[in-house]
């Protein structure tokens, strides 16, 4: 039988009066409609103006109701402008951004979980020492780290190489986190202990009983790691020589300052204005969306319905 | 028979089963322990330590790596903007830190409690959509957001009185402002992790506590909430950080507005000035420190209090 | 409480002490003193290989003009890279330079930025490195050098080098909408107080309508520097003057304030989202207004929009004009193929083929002159530019001195939220001047205020 946790004050039982109830209940639905109701026009909005706004001209915008809708014509003007920007560059930005985000998400599970699971669930020294310090490290402004990065991978002749990327890509301290919280809260001990005690190997409990049972974590560690270097700017504008290899969200800066509305005298010839931009946007979070969407089961976390009952 | 520890429990005694001696075991585990972190240490000694190193190095050296104390700490403080930079970080972080604690709690108990299935997956997604959108699509998006002639919202802005967009860009709106795209592009996110959290709440704690008779907000500020707390103070911990941190929300208003802005509202932004028009490193070594300071205090005090690094030792 | 707090408080006290006395007593200063740079006159040149790639640096709109030059010469070797500029603000080239000269390699061999980059590139940046701006008055003939407009080349001059080769200059004139002032019977101001006098006359007559905008982050280019205010003037101690209160400058606010009180004069930017060109009677501004903003923004019909000489003050006999932008193209003192990399630098900059063709007013005089006769060039105006244009490229006051810092951000930070919020210009002055001497201080400049 389970037992409640010694949380304060809800093991009385509190009987309360029905009619109250119904009231507060009918409230609470109210105020639980009009919040939702508020956050989704203020999250989904602006997404909705940006994804109408290829199909309108730059003046359009400005001038027609926001929500409407252009034309398709509009649209695939909007489009051939965009993939003849310096001769399709951005299919080749789009390409890099999977290269480093792809290549970082492999390294990062490999590192992260294993790392989150040995900090919940075994005891080794320095293991508060490397919380600590992995703290530390998350909170230090980048201002000050991008430098010696820069130096180190100049070291190491990485400089001008993905690898130049995808290494600091893989260093992935809030994932560790999130799963050494996971494990720490939601596993429970007797499991990893029987197996122990059964003689399997760390490796072995780790692998059979922890991992499966950590898919919701790994999958938020996996999506988010993707997407927060899919739309990472500064290091990849800093440390990459050449425009061919910058990944998506540069060269959607690149894009940026050669649009007249942000550079007056940008674009003689280049075509590229704000309803370009907003495609070159659309097409630059399609990928990330598309994962969102692959793995809202995985983010959806499975409940430990069978580890509780004994 | 499981027992769920909860964070609550603080209580010193004795554990559950006797310790029997256990050395030649402790070492296999320690071992075993070391080198599941092996590949995530490297990656942090690598891009972690070292470089927080050599800021530190930084911030207490000159340009000819001669040490010089506090002087760069000096340098950067009277500098003119530093006492506005901080100021503004300040009024944004006591804005930016409420709403971000409650609101990604509180919705993420009601897509977890109050909606139905579907509804709340349909939700969380369109939620998260801005956090997709990061760097160039927010200023391209706020520009047109905020200005009141082109805007969607323009009826509400200019009930405010906000007329252009110079005028909703005025120096005293920007906390506002600033806080406001900061939660448009990050708080579905949050509210992601945070309804994994709550998902983990075993389904027969939450009906025990129904058939007891406790209403849903009882649940959530009962039980929810409490069983969640590693997640939020991790969360709280991580907002005040990237909240001291602040630097994309300003930099690209300043984009958007043509350089109304100022490009050096937030310490961070005076920092990367230091580094990058004036050449400086030192001195934006030096104000990073004492961002990282700031961000380690509130982590500190919020890890000791809510025993964040506490593990179960019941072995 | 035990007595393990109570020590342990005690050897942290101690320590504390032992370091703040180990830290106060006596450090190096947190700022070096500057490396002597005028020794940079000659610069050492790395080993030559005439047949090496070169790296070249250019921003979007001026890709193409690259382009076609590798294409007219295949025979050299060229490595391209677009990057954004260093337009509005971004040190994408300083910060990039700063690493190569770290790591001693990596600098691009020709690169296209903005003006304010030769205040850094001129100078080390780090003690011990070399400078990144190789003196183009070692590599390009002094002759041509002379042809370039009176004055586009004092950026990027130090210490009597040249760092530079001009690329465009913006020279300020007049704009008006020749169709608008012949329909009411308006002349085009030659002076100031004509000016003046002209937008009173509006806001009364045309109400809506305006004859200039000072809310765009380079107003100031326009109104103050065509003033010769001494907002920015470098001293020959190398100090920099800052003197709102010159009567050189509180003439253009006074001027200023009674438009800006009856709406003649926008507090808006012309670039403000949504601004409505069609209400735009005159502008102060550019040679690219013509272009890129009445064509281009405002959607001006063709035939309208005419430019007249930049005005002047009654009793001046020379006139002033500012200047808004402009681009110059560096060759690098590391390069190692400086034949090649010169001969690039000097086709953008001089070459009538690609200059007649250029997006913006070339500083180049013969090729300002073959951009002037070719007709795509001048087809959209009202009237014949050619003499307005190249006048006024000579007429750009020199003592509105290039700095390291950029002169829209204390213009920006202190002018524009106030005119925002309803201040005069004069009401501004004083926060400007603030602005601008914190700035200025900031970036290691010495002020004077007389």
């Keep these: 039988m389970t037992i409640l946790p010694g949380a304060s004050g809800a093991r009385a039982p509190r009987p309360r009066a029905a009619a109250p109830h119904r009231a507060s209940r009918l409230t609470s639905a109210i105020v639980v409609a009009v919040l939702i109701a508020a956050l989704l026009l203020f999250f989904v909005v602006p997404v909705i103006w940006l994804l109408l706004a290829p199909t309108k001209t730059a003046g359009q915008l400005e001038h027609d109701f926001p929500l409407s809708f252009g034309s398709f014509r509009q649209f695939g003007a909007a489009w051939s402008h965009l993939t003849s920007f310096q001769g399709g560059v951005i299919w080749l930005w789009l390409r890099n951004s999977a290269v480093y985000s792809g290549g970082a998400l492999v390294l990062t599970l490999a590192t992260s979980v294993p790392a989150g ?67 720490a809260t939601s596993l429970p001990r007797d499991l990893l202990s029987a197996a122990r005690i059964d003689g399997a190997d760390e490796w072995q409990v780790f692998r059979r009983i922890a991992l499966p049972l950590a898919r919701p974590v790994i999958g938020l560690v996996a999506f988010f790691s993707f997407v927060g270097n899919w739309n990472n700017f500064f290091l990849p504008y800093l440390v990459l020589p050449s425009s061919q290899q910058f990944p998506i969200q540069v060269g959607l800066n690149q894009l940026l300052s050669s649009t007249p509305s942000f550079n007056p005298v940008a674009g003689a010839g280049l075509d590229i204005t704000s309803p370009e931009l907003a495609l070159a946007v659309i097409i630059a979070i399609v990928p990330v969306l598309v994962l969102f969407l692959f793995s809202q089961r995985a983010l959806v976390a499975g409940m430990l319905a069978g580890s509780t009952k004994e | 028979m499981t027992v769920l520890h909860s964070q609550h429990d603080t209580v010193p005694g004795p554990v559950q089963a006797p310790v029997p001696a256990r050395r030649p075991q402790r070492r296999r585990a320690d071992l075993a322990g070391y080198l599941f972190v092996a590949g995530y240490t490297v990656l942090l000694i690598a891009f972690g330590v070292v470089p927080t190193g050599y800021a530190l190095y930084l911030a207490f050296t000159n340009a000819d790596g001669q040490f010089s104390g506090i002087n760069q700490f000096s340098k950067v403080a009277t500098d003119f903007r530093f006492g506005p930079a901080f100021a503004n970080i300040a009024v944004y972080l006591g804005m930016w830190l409420f709403l971000v604690i409650v609101l990604t709690v509180v919705v993420a108990v009601v897509l977890r409690s109050r909606v139905g299935r579907g509804v709340s997956s349909v939700l969380r997604f369109l939620f998260y959509l801005p956090g997709a959108l990061a760097g160039v699509a927010s200023v391209l998006v706020w520009l047109f957001m905020l200005d009141p002639s082109v805007s969607p919202a323009g009826a509400l802005l200019r009930a405010f009185g906000l007329d252009n967009f110079d005028q909703v860009l005025a120096p005293g709106n920007l906390p506002v402002i600033l806080v406001l795209i900061a939660f448009w592009t990050g708080a579905g996110g949050w509210i992601v992790v945070m309804y994994g959290a709550l998902n983990n709440i075993p389904d027969d704690v939450l009906e025990a506590a129904r058939i007891d008779g406790a209403g849903p907000w009882q649940v959530a500020w009962h039980i929810q909430i409490p069983m969640i707390r590693k997640w939020i103070v991790y969360m709280a911990i991580l907002a005040f950080a990237t909240g001291t941190q602040l ?69 | 409480m035990t007595a393990r707090p109570r020590r342990r408080a005690f050897a942290f006290g101690s320590a504390l002490a032992a370091v703040a006395a180990l830290v106060l007593s006596g450090c190096a200063s947190a700022d070096v003193t500057a490396t002597d740079t005028a020794g940079a006159s000659s610069f050492h040149e790395a080993t030559q290989d005439d047949s090496s790639t070169i790296t070249v640096w250019t921003d979007s709109t001026r890709l193409p003009e690259v382009q076609e030059y590798q294409k007219e010469n295949p025979n050299v070797k060229m490595n391209i890279v677009t990057y954004d500029g260093d337009a509005n603000g971004s040190t994408y080239l300083q910060t990039k330079v700063q690493l190569f000269d770290r790591t001693g390699s990596g600098w691009p061999d020709v690169v296209f930025a903005s003006p304010t980059d030769t205040t850094w590139a001129g100078k080390p940046t780090t003690p011990g490195a070399q400078a990144f701006a190789a003196p183009v008055n070692d590599l390009v003939p002094a002759g041509t050098l002379d042809n370039f407009a009176t004055g586009s080349l004092s950026p990027c001059q130090i210490d009597g080098q040249t760092y530079c080769l001009r690329n465009d200059i913006a020279q300020v004139v007049l704009w008006y909408n020749k169709k608008l002032m012949d329909e009411w019977g308006y002349q085009a101001p030659t002076t100031w107080e004509q000016y003046q006098a002209l937008g009173e006359e509006v806001a009364k007559q045309h109400p809506g309508y305006v004859i200039g905008a000072i809310g765009d982050t380079n107003s100031q280019e326009s109104y103050f520097w065509s003033s010769q205010c001494p907002a920015q003037e470098l001293q020959s101690n190398g100090s920099l003057k800052v003197d709102l209160s010159s009567p050189d400058c509180t003439r253009m606010s006074n001027l200023l304030d009674p438009l800006i009180a009856d709406k003649s004069v926008s507090t808006q930017g012309f670039f403000t989202q949504g601004f409505n060109g069609s209400k735009v009677l005159m502008a102060v501004g550019p040679s690219w207004y013509g272009q890129y903003l009445f064509d281009s923004a405002f959607k001006t019909p063709a035939g309208q929009i005419a430019a007249a000489a930049p005005l002047k003050w009654t009793g001046q006999s020379q006139t002033y004009t500012g200047n808004v932008g402009g681009g110059i193209w560096m060759i690098s003192s590391h390069s190692k193929n400086l034949k090649a990399s010169t001969a690039l630098a000097t086709w953008l900059t001089t070459s009538t083929q690609n200059l007649q063709d250029a997006p913006t007013y070339p500083a180049y005089v013969p090729g300002a002159k073959a951009w002037l006769a070719n007709p795509t060039n001048k087809d959209y105006f009202a009237d014949d530019v050619t003499n307005v244009f190249l006048n006024a490229a000579n007429e750009v006051w020199t003592g509105w001195s290039n700095t390291s810092f950029s002169d829209a951000t204390p213009w920006s930070n202190a002018v524009l939220p106030a005119l925002t919020a309803g201040e005069s210009m004069t009401q501004a002055m004083p926060g400007w001047q603030t602005a601008i001497v914190n700035e200025a201080k900031a970036s290691g400049y010495t002020v004077v205020t007389r």
């Design chain 1, 117 to 183: 699971y040995a900090l919940a669930l075994t005891r080794f020294r320095g293991r508060k020492l490397l919380l600590s310090v992995t703290l530390v490290v998350m909170i230090m402004p980048s201002a000050a780290l991008v430098l010696p990065i820069f130096l180190e991978l100049n070291e190491f002749h990485l400089i001008g190489t993905a690898w130049s990327i995808i290494l600091p890509f893989s260093f992935y301290p809030f994932g560790v986190y999130l799963v050494y919280i996971y494990f």
């Design chain 2, 247 to 315: 630097f994309v929300e300003p930099q690209l208003l300043e984009t958007a507005s043509l350089g109304r802005i100022s490009p050096t509202w937030s310490p961070n932004e005076l920092a990367y000035v230091f580094a990058f028009q004036y050449g400086n490193f030192n001195a934006a070594a030096a104000i990073s420190i004492i961002l990282l300071v700031v961000g380690l205090l509130c982590a500190g005090l919020l890890v000791t209090r809510s025993g964040l690094f506490k593990v179960d030792e019941d072995r």
